[in-house]
């Protein structure tokens, strides 16, 4: 079984910054893809970043040049450094990991954290 935990949410001010975390545990093979999202309320589930096993990265226009996802794969784990934060960015984010389970043959699954709240203050 593989667990998908994030940490690092909180309330901060417009303009200031936070640096979420998500560890992926358990019997894990390999990972692959790993990606935050983020859902506002009332809103659908936003892909915000993502990371491949080689370090290639991708955001969402929004948060070009201010959010910065990295992985330490040693650890099996993701970051997502957040500056300059929006009011509207207010959201519970959702750590996501495409993982290969060890002995489970060779296919991989999608992984899920519960998800940190962040609240932006105005």
């Known amino acids: 079984q593989v667990q998908v935990v994030e940490s690092g949410g909180g309330l901060v001010q417009a303009g200031g910054s936070l640096r979420l975390s998500c560890a992926a545990s358990?019997?894990?093979?390999?990972?692959?893809?790993m990606s935050w999202y983020r859902q506002a309320p009332g809103k659908q589930r936003e892909l915000v970043a993502t990371?491949?096993?080689?370090?290639?990265?991708t955001y969402v226009d929004s948060v070009k040049g201010r959010f910065t996802i990295s992985r330490d794969n040693a650890k099996n784990t993701v970051y997502l450094q957040m500056n300059s934060l929006k009011p509207e960015e207010t959201a519970v984010y959702y750590c996501?990991?495409?993982?290969?389970?060890?002995?489970?043959?060779?296919?991989?699954?999608?992984?899920w954290g519960q998800g940190t709240q962040v609240t932006v203050s105005s």
């Open positions: 990371i491949s096993s080689g370090g290639t990265t």
């Open positions: 996501y990991a495409l993982a290969k389970p060890s002995g489970r043959g060779t296919a991989y699954y999608n992984y």
């Open positions: 358990g019997s894990i093979f390999s990972i692959g893809t």
